[in-house]
C-alpha cells in the first residue's frame, strides 16, 4: 500500500504564491516521476509539472516562468512552487507518482488533492 500526502494548499490573493508538498510512504517501490495535475470545477484533468529521478522537468505551457517543481529523492517528497497566481489556477491539485517494481510493472499513485483557490 502507497500513500501519498499533500499539504499546502489554500486561498490566495491574485499574484500570490503557494507551495504545495506531497510525501509518498508505504511500500514504495523505485520512483521514477513524479508531478502534479490539476483539476477545475466542470473540467478534465490536466498536467501541470513532472519531474523524473535525474531532475528533468515537464511544465504545462500555461504555468511556464510561474510554478517550479522539485523533488527530494532521499524523501520520495515533491514541491510545486507557484508564483503569480491567478484566477484561472484555481483547482484541486493531484501529486501524481509513477514506480516500477523489480519484474518491470509500472504503478501510478494519486494523493487525494489539494484546493488551491485564486480569489480577492
Known amino acids: 500500500q502507497v500513500q501519498l500526502v499533500e499539504s499546502g494548499g489554500g486561498l490566495v490573493q491574485p499574484g500570490g504564491s503557494l507551495r504545495l508538498s506531497c510525501a509518498a510512504s508505504?511500500?514504495?517501490?523505485?520512483?521514477?516521476?513524479m508531478g502534479w495535475f490539476r483539476q477545475a470545477p466542470g473540467k478534465e484533468r490536466e498536467l501541470v509539472a513532472q519531474?523524473?529521478?535525474?531532475?528533468?522537468?515537464n511544465y504545462a505551457d500555461s504555468v511556464k516562468g510561474r510554478f517550479t517543481i522539485s523533488r527530494d529523492n532521499a524523501k520520495n517528497t515533491v514541491y510545486v512552487q507557484m508564483n503569480s497566481l491567478n484566477p484561472e489556477d484555481t483547482a484541486v491539485y493531484y501529486c501524481?507518482?509513477?514506480?516500477?517494481?523489480?519484474w518491470g510493472q509500472g504503478y501510478n499513485y494519486w494523493g487525494q488533492g489539494t484546493q488551491v483557490t485564486v480569489s480577492s
Open positions: 508505504g511500500n514504495i517501490y523505485p520512483i521514477t516521476v
Open positions: 501524481d507518482t509513477q514506480m516500477v517494481d523489480p
Open positions: 519531474v523524473t529521478t535525474s531532475g528533468r522537468t
